[in-house]
Each structure stands twice: as structure tokens, then as C-alpha cells.
Nanobody
């Protein structure tokens, strides 16, 4: 089992920044890849970014590339999503997720999920 606990959501004006955290515990987390997803009201949950624990390899959705940055702190078993230049269309509940070994963009591939963090960007 892997447990994921998110923090850091909130309300911010357009152009502002927020950082989400996802603390992981349980199985050997270094063997897992982490994904960030988001779900806006009435929409499907979509891929945002991913990062691997071992090499820190990252991948981003086109919609956030250049604005969002995923990182990890191996000593703290925590991954982060730094979100800059936020737009109203970034408003959603953001989830971190974990799956063994390699990262993918498919939400169905992830076995473990955090509780979600609300991010609201006002115009």
C-alpha cells in the first residue's frame, strides 16, 4: 500500500502562483512514478505532469508546459507541483497519484491516489 497526502491548494488571482505538495508513505516509494492530475467541474480527470522518484524525469501536458514544474524531495518522500502564471482555466481539484516504475499520462494506470486539493484561480 502507498498512502498519499496532499496539501497546498487555495485561492489565487490570475497570474499568481501556488505550490502543491504530496507526501508519500508505505511501500518502497523509490520504485514508483508520480503523476499529477486535475479535474474541473463537469470534466474528466486529466493528466497534468509526472515525475519519477529515481531520476526525477518529468513530463508535462501541453496546457501547463512552461508554467508548472514537478519536483521531488527523496529525503522527505514528497513531490511538489509548482504552478506559476496561473489562469482561471487551471481551476480544478488537483490529485497526486502513484504507480509502479514508469510514469504514464493515463489516469487508469495509477494505483494510488491522494485526497485532492482545490485550486481556484480568479480572473
Amino acid at each position: 500500500q502507498v498512502q498519499l497526502v496532499e496539501s497546498g491548494g487555495g485561492l489565487v488571482q490570475a497570474g499568481g502562483s501556488l505550490r502543491l505538495s504530496c507526501a508519500a508513505s508505505g511501500r518502497t516509494i523509490s520504485n514508483y512514478a508520480m503523476g499529477w492530475f486535475r479535474q474541473a467541474p463537469g470534466k474528466e480527470r486529466e493528466f497534468v505532469a509526472s515525475i519519477t522518484w529515481s531520476r526525477g524525469t518529468t513530463y508535462y501536458a501541453d496546457s501547463v508546459k512552461g508554467r508548472f514544474t514537478a519536483s521531488r524531495d527523496n529525503a522527505k518522500n514528497t513531490v511538489y507541483l509548482q504552478m506559476n502564471s496561473l489562469k482561471p482555466e487551471d481551476t480544478a481539484v488537483y490529485y497526486c497519484a502513484a504507480r509502479p516504475f514508469s510514469a504514464t499520462t493515463n489516469r487508469g494506470d495509477y494505483n494510488y491516489w491522494g485526497q485532492g486539493a482545490q485550486v481556484t484561480v480568479s480572473s
